[in-house]
């Protein structure tokens, strides 16, 4: 639970920072007031584990956890992929343009 | 007649990228090229400037392919008909260029290989090695024989050109060249001789030739299933 609530202070100070974007930061508060929540009201997590059939409460959490987080980090990929590309192809430009603007002079 | 550009990707090949271009200036006249100057750490850029070769000088250091890409750029803003890979240590023999831009036109070909081993020998070395896996696997994956697939000596035609410049993943590799082959391509070979490299260092170490073969070996067998046709 304490660790829940820090992890939160940290995501809203960082937040506060603007240091995010707000589509981004909205994964964030989600995820980290989930957290929260789950930190102070884990019979919410017994019983969805219950429900589903897993016995033990934590490992319904980390499974949850854990999903969430290989999406996201795939979404990172693709979006890190397309940021090389995209400063690949500036740089390409920007050296293109820079040549044909030399031999004017 | 139609138009060549020869590209000439350079990273630090102050040694040797004088030597190249004078010969293709002097005895080739007819062909344009373009040095694109890989963010060099040497004075690669200082030496083309001075004597006044046609440079494109990247700010910031992008790799072979994005080098390559951007005189695919070029060759494409320009209008050029063939653009062909040309190695900036001087590997390559610039009297090859017309016979295999003959070649391609006769043949009507998108893409043609200089090929070091339609004739002649075939010696056994670490780096044959991995040529003949990866045409192995091209054959497997594509049905098409290509017997010097690694040659860095290729040329395209503006079709080729027109994705080279502009898309992901068109690395100047035998993997795009499987790719292309896979997407409807028509690839075909022609002898050429090379030289061996005077000075500077090749690229190709042990480890880096390791990392090549596993980075072409799961991009031919496994991601081009995965890739879209197009």
Redesign the interface.
Known sequence: MISAILLFMFIYRKLKKSQLQVNEAFFWIVFSSVLVILGFFPEIAITLARKIGIISPSNFIFLCIIFLLIIKVFLLTIKVSSLEQKVSNLVQEIAIRERDYAEKE | MKKLLVVIPAYNEAENIARVVEQLQNEYAQFDYIV?NDGSIDNTAEICKKNGYN??????N?GLS?AF??GM??AL?KDYDYAIQYDGDGQHNPEFLDPMMQYAEDNKLDIVIGSRFLEGDKRMSFRMFGNSLIDALIKITTGKTVKDSTSGMRMYDKKMIKKLAYQ?NYGPEPDTIAYLIRCGAKVGEYPVKMNERIAGESYLSFTNGVKYMFHMITSILVVQWFRKKG
């Open positions: 694109v440079m494109i000088d990247l700010p910031v992008l994005g890409q951007t750029r070029y803003k992901m």
